[in-house]
């Protein structure tokens, strides 16, 4: 008679063999910052990113604003150059000196507006495309510079295009140049919203640039899923 057959012991619960185990994960990095993982994060220094990068980006802005803003001082010389002229004529009326336009329908007064915008818009052009090839980068610091740069750009050259002009004393111009003669009105820029012309374009340009042709963040990397293995 044979023996009864028994059958084999379960496997153990805790065997290595059977049981998954979960890949290491790697050294976890302490949330207190004692061991130095946490002022690291991963390896990405966040540090160098907020803290003496920030600083070098507004470093780097200020001296694009300044630079920007100066270039104001060839847009004012530009627009007393070019800007059309305003005829006056003087006479006596009473005894006292009055000043009044020679052509009542021109439109030179429009023009000095209009040369003044268009030259504006050129300067935020080219102030925009200089910045980009200097730096082909955007950034928080560096659009606000060149807001900032073309605004003070643009009240620099009208105060300059201003001083350069004909004198601001019609009445003093009228009397030495002699009753019904004319002479040139002083530059007045009539609609201040032409010193939006510069910033607005420098934006504008700028920002589609960077938009075109600027460096593209990387793809982040997602982890490989796990694929367990047959026995």
Do not use: C
Not at 27 to 50: I, T
Not at 62 to 75: C, D, K, P
Not at 132 to 153: I, K, M, S, Y
């Amino acid at each position: 008679m044979s023996a009864p057959l028994t059958p084999p012991p379960p496997p153990h619960e805790g065997s290595s063999h059977d049981a998954w185990q979960p890949p290491s994960a790697g050294p976890v990095a302490d949330p207190s910052g004692k061991d130095g993982s946490a002022g690291n994060a991963g390896g990405y220094g966040w540090y160098g990113q907020d803290g003496p990068a920030m600083k070098t980006e507004v470093r780097e802005a200020t001296v694009i604003a300044v630079a920007v803003a100066l270039g104001g001082a060839l847009l004012g010389v530009l627009w007393w150059w070019l800007a059309p002229r305003v005829p006056l004529v003087g006479d006596v009326v009473g005894g006292n000196w009055v000043v009044y336009l020679k052509d009542t329908e021109g439109e030179q007064a429009v023009g000095v507006d209009g040369t003044f915008a268009l030259l504006a818009l050129g300067f935020g052009g080219v102030s925009a495309l200089a910045v980009f090839l200097v730096r082909r980068h955007g950034g928080v610091p560096l659009v606000v510079a060149l807001a900032v740069g073309g605004l003070l750009g643009s009240l620099l050259a009208w105060r300059i295009g201003i001083w350069l002009g004909p004198a601001q004393d019609v009445i003093a111009q009228a009397r030495s140049v002699g009753k019904g003669v004319a002479f040139d009105a002083p530059l007045k820029l009539s609609a201040k919203g032409a010193l939006l012309a510069w910033p607005f374009a420098a934006l504008v340009l700028h920002l589609g640039l960077t938009a075109l042709f600027g460096p593209r963040d990387p793809d982040p990397l997602l982890p490989d899923p796990y694929i367990p293995q047959g026995p």
